[in-house]
C-alpha cells in the first residue's frame, strides 16, 4: 500500500504468511483430501482467532498456490495441490531472461536431463515386457508421423509420462511434466517452431526402448544422454527441439 511504513508491510506479510500456515496445518490435521470442504470463513476466523479480511486474504495466496480451490456461493475446498504454480514460475523465470539467451532453457533441460538420465537405470531394471509393448507402440507412432514430416509433441509427451509409470512414483511424471510444459510454452512464446527433424526424434526415442526391451542398463542410459544431447544441441543453435 502506498505510503505504508515498510514495518508495517513486514509485519502484514508476516501475520498473512502465518495464517496461510495454519490453515495448510489445519488441513493436515484433519487429514483433508483434495475436494473436501473446509471450515467456512466464520469457522476460520475462530479457531484461527483471526479478522474475516486476514481468513480472506490467506485463503487468495493459497489458492493462487493450488492448494485450496475457492467455490464462489460454494465453499472453499482443499486444491489438488498441483505443480502448476511451479510451472507459471519457471515459464516466468525463463521468459523474463534476454530472449537470445539460451541459457535459462538449457537449465531447465540440464534439470530434466538429471532427472531422466538417473531414473532410467530404474527403469531397466523394473519395466515390464506390457509396459515396454506399450512404449512401442507410441514410438510406431512417432515414426509414422516422422515418415510424413509431421512434428509430435504429445506422443512425446506421452512416451516420458509411460517411461515412468512403471516406478509407481507419482511425484516423478508430474515434476517431468511440469519441466516438459515449460520447455514447450518457452519455445511458443519465442516462436521456435517444433522439431525439424521428427524422423530423428523418433530414433532417439527407438533407441531408448530397444535398450530396455534388451534390459541394458548402460545402453538405455547412453540412448537417453544422445536424445538430451541432441535437444539441447537444437536449443542451443536453432530453433525448436523435441522432448
Known sequence: M?????????????????????????????????????????????????????VREALKALQALDIVEIRHGYGTYVGQASLTPLIDGLTFRTLARHDHDTGALA????????????????????????????LDAVVSRMEAAGRSGRPFPELDREFHELLYACLGNDLVPQLLAAFWTVFRRVNGARGRPDDPS???????????????????????????????????ERAGREPGGGG
Do not use: C, K
Open 107 to 134: 537449465e531447465i533441460l540440464q534439470v530434466r536431463e538429471v532427472l531422466e538420465e538417473g531414473l532410467i537405470r530404474r527403469v531397466a531394471a523394473t519395466v515390464s515386457e506390457g509396459e515396454l509393448d506399450r
Open 2 to 54: 502506498p505510503g505504508q511504513p515498510r514495518n508495517s508491510r513486514t509485519s502484514e506479510e508476516s501475520r498473512n504468511s502465518r495464517i496461510q500456515r495454519q490453515v495448510m496445518q489445519l488441513i493436515i490435521d484433519r487429514r483433508l483430501q483434495a475436494g473436501a470442504l473446509l471450515p467456512t470463513e466464520a469457522e476460520l476466523m475462530e479457531d484461527l482467532g483471526v479478522s474475516r479480511n486476514s
Open 198 to 232: 521428427p524422423e530423428v526424434t523418433a530414433r532417439w526415442h527407438r533407441d531408448i526402448v530397444t535398450a530396455l526391451r534388451a534390459r541394458d542398463v548402460e545402453g538405455a542410459q547412453r540412448a537417453m544422454a544422445v536424445h538430451f544431447r541432441g535437444i539441447s
